[in-house]
């Protein structure tokens, strides 16, 4: 089986190349893509070196795979490039995630809802993926109608050129390459992608519209404040949701429990609750701090946290792949 990793050298790509070597896909014939100042680079798989490609190259082996992190441009140009040559493709970026004829897929939720006909498939926000996921079970049982979402995001949500600043502010250093308007060592800021006109920015926009599509509800009302921090090793949500329907506590820790891909740490008398200090690294979503809200009724508060590159990248794009080989 050929698998093409397009963006290969940025942080996710990385974790990409881990995540397939680490889950079985170390015998396939993996095709490492970048830009053209990349081209040649030697990238680490598997007890060899992969050399970097050019993307035309690997459109023109027919990889039976193509998962993409190399940005909305290159997506909307190229994805339908490898379509076309009978690839499927799964795109970690945002330029296919809101259109109507393409998946937007957390396999542990819809991946049902993909078909043969499907040759381009969007891996969603990662801020949303870990929300939907602590979410899911719970809609299905009581009905979610209204989230309320704050979200702590890490550096690396943003790219090596993010995860160099805060390291260089760290040390002292003035960085030469600034990600932020704003340093991040020992601040954090309201600011997450581009300012709307609406005052939200497109950070908090995902979380509105891919919540609507993976749960096929545009009737769920959702507000968010997307937050970076100095941290590296996940994203932290806080979370409050309103039920059409009241729950009991002790269903809601069951449901989670019983949810694939869902780890509970909710022991606040221990002081154990999710960090992304704990979560990086890992494939799960932790939730805690699991609460009723005693201001209205129906309303629960819970703490997200998870790896951002993992769950919230990486390993959701190679699930939806896996889900595909099992079902086809």
Known sequence: MKIAVVGATGLVGRMMLKVLEERGFSNCDIIAVASEQSIGKKLPFAGKNLIVSKIDDAINNKCDFAIFSAGANVSKVYAPLFAKQGTIVIDNSSAWRMNPDIPLIVPEINGSSITQEHKIIANPNCSTIQMVMALYPLHCKYTVKRIVISTYQSVTGTGMKAKRQLEEEEKGNKSLEMAYPNPIYRNLFPHGGNFLSNGYTTEEEKLVNETQKI??????????????????????????????????????????????????????????????????????????????????????????????????????????????????
């Open 215 to 328: 749960f096929g509800n545009n009737k769920i009302n959702v507000t968010a404040t997307v937050v970076r921090v100095p941290v590296i090793g996940g994203h932290s949500e806080s979370i409050n949701v309103e039920f059409q329907n009241d729950f009991m506590l002790d269903q809601v820790y069951s449901l989670l429990n019983n949810f694939t891909g869902i780890k509970i740490l909710d022991i606040p008398s221990e002081n154990i609750y999710p960090m992304p200090l704990f979560a990086e690294g890992k494939d799960e979503v932790f939730v805690g701090r699991i609460r009723r809200d005693l201001s209205q009724r129906n309303t629960l508060n819970l703490w997200v946290v998870a790896d951002n590159l993992r769950k919230g990248a990486a390993t959701n794009a190679i699930q939806i792949m896996e889900y595909i080989l099992k079902n086809r």
